[in-house]
């Protein structure tokens, strides 16, 4: 393995490590705001952290031009980018509103399982492209569906209603996927993010003068949990996936960057000394594989 790949491959490790312990900092910062409240700050700090880089991408746009643009202007890869972002900005709005509640329900380790089912349910939502779904990733659906009755469901038959929110997140996820999918083509990925985290959140900030009172102290308090999120989760840790992906091989960037939700689940444990039965641990590594499975290359 080439030098630029070894890097490559560390900073998607770090990437995943960054990811799977935000959710440690998403639970923290629950206790001092609500979730709106929260995702607001974060988003909008993110997105604060990009904006100088989206600004610079812009002006580059401007003064040299870009290829490949649907209307065949500079301007119009710029708009692309906007509108691009605007749109995953809406439905990574949702996807997180319902992780965010979900979180505060249940345990940051099955947090982090439950929302990874998202790259089980991509490919599978390929059915509806008239896409040919691999053996393998009917394997992982099979999986993924034990795994997430061991880790849901109670003895009892009953369910978290947390990990109905986090089970909602995952499918909201798999729609920014596919959305991030079909802009991402057509403009920079870092002006995409950066207007997608402005929007997510603004529109958080709607819900949270809606529905939550926030205030300034309690801001305040959470400011370690909220930074983490705004400014490492959203504003290093993307920046970090797209500077690494382009030497490296899909197939085992995504591979490493699963290990989000395993990081997920050691952070919850050692910082927060959250732990989970062995019904439940069983049901995380059935998961962990159904991911695993979802993104090895399929056989011709």
């Not at 604060?48 to 002006?59: D, E, G, M």
């Not at 109670?154 to 089970?167: K, M, P, Q």
Request: with cysteine; proline share 4%.
């Amino acid at each position: 393995m080439d030098r630029k790949k070894m890097r490559s491959n560390g900073l998607l490790l770090l990437t995943a490590f960054i990811w799977g312990t935000a959710f440690v900092a998403q639970s923290v910062g629950m206790d001092y705001v609500g979730a709106f409240t929260f995702n607001m700050c974060r988003f909008l700090l993110g997105g604060l952290v990009l904006s100088p880089v989206a600004l610079l991408i812009a002006r580059r746009e401007r003064g040299a031009g870009a290829e490949g643009s649907p209307a065949g202007t500079r301007r119009g890869r710029i708009r692309d980018g906007v509108r691009g972002g605007l749109a995953c900005g809406v439905v990574l709005f949702v996807a997180s509103s319902f992780q965010q509640v979900g979180i505060s329900m249940t345990t940051v380790g099955k947090s982090g399982f439950i929302t990874a089912l998202y790259i089980v349910l991509v490919p599978v939502c390929g059915i509806f492209m008239k896409k040919r779904i691999p053996r393998l990733v009917w394997l992982g659906v099979a999986l993924a569906t034990a795994g997430m009755y061991l880790l849901c469901v109670t003895e009892s038959f009953t369910v978290n209603r947390g990990d109905i929110y986090l089970f909602c997140c995952a499918l909201s996820f798999t729609a920014h996927i596919l959305v991030i999918d079909r802009v991402s083509p057509h403009a920079d990925g870092i002006l995409i993010s950066c207007v997608q985290f402005l929007t997510a959140g603004v529109l958080s900030a709607v819900l949270t003068f809606l529905f939550e009172t926030p205030r300034l102290t309690a801001i305040l308090a959470a400011a370690p949990p909220i930074l983490y999120s705004g400014v490492l989760s959203c504003g290093v840790a993307y920046t970090l996936q797209v500077v690494a992906q382009k030497d490296t091989d899909p197939t085992v960037a995504s591979l490493l960057m699963s290990l989000e939700s395993v990081f997920s689940l050691l952070a919850g444990w050692v910082i927060l000394h959250q732990n989970l039965s062995p019904r439940e641990l069983l049901g995380c590594v059935l998961v962990f594989t159904a991911v695993i499975l979802a993104q090895l290359p399929a056989r011709e």
